[in-house]
């Protein structure tokens, strides 16, 4: 006697409507309003400004696979008294500090105050929540009324394009320093997950980009043509 298996496949007649519900909620999950700051982040939240080219990371970052910024507090501490001309001597060595929109004891302050809301992200929700961003996408949500968005001067969405997962550690030996580096254990390099979702879901339209399979290839070159 013989027994043969016979598998029947059929399509779901209901199976559109599930797949709209799972969108639906899906969308309900992720918060898309401008409360969520990978969308548009708040202009007095913590943060540090690197005000770096693209062509300089090499320089100031190292590669993007070991990227480390080493900020020795002593280096930092002399903008202070530069800003009073105490170190303003001819033949004066060039900082090797990136440049940043704060400086001096606001910057150490500003560093130490990352440092422990990362911490306590992580401790509380096991979220990683430090990143260094790169690039930008601005835009206006369309006005109801009459006018025209121009009208407002202020973006209602500033979102991060590129997210590097980094920690920021302090040293006290040989000297007192803060070192900012890569720390992809939890999320890689990638493109902000949060606007992907948006653009795809709220706008209908795709980011055209590509991101390395390999970190090790990963290079500033490969950013800028991305950002792009």
């Known amino acids: 006697m013989s027994v043969t298996e016979k598998t ?82 001819e033949g004066e060595l060039e900082s090797t500090l990136p440049p940043t929109n704060i400086t001096g004891k606001k910057l150490i302050t500003q560093l130490d105050k990352l440092q422990l809301q990362a911490k306590n992200n992580f401790d509380s929700h096991g979220l990683h929540t430090l990143f260094i961003t790169l690039g930008e996408i601005k835009w206006k949500e369309e006005l109801a009324g009459r006018g025209s968005s121009e009208a407002v001067s202020e973006w209602d969405y500033s979102a991060p394009l590129l997210l590097i997962p980094v920690e920021i550690i302090n040293h006290k030996y040989p000297q007192k320093r803060s070192v900012i580096q890569l720390n992809d254990k939890l999320y890689d390099i990638q493109i902000n997950p949060v606007l992907n979702l948006f653009i795809k879901q709220q706008l209908e339209l795709k980011i055209p980009a590509k991101l390395p399979e390999s970190l090790a290839e990963f290079s500033w070159e490969e950013v800028q043509s991305i950002l792009k």
Do not use: M, W
């Open 8 to 89: 029947t496949i059929q399509r779901d007649p209901d199976l559109e409507k599930k797949l709209k519900n799972l969108r639906y909620y899906q969308n309900e999950a992720i918060d898309f309003s401008k409360r969520n700051r990978l969308l548009k982040y708040p202009n007095r939240a913590t943060s540090i400004e690197f005000n770096v080219l693209l062509s300089e990371c090499q320089k100031f970052f190292g590669s993007l696979a070991e990227l480390k910024i080493e900020l020795p507090h002593k280096e930092i501490l002399k903008q202070d008294d530069d800003q009073e001309g105490l170190f303003k001597t």
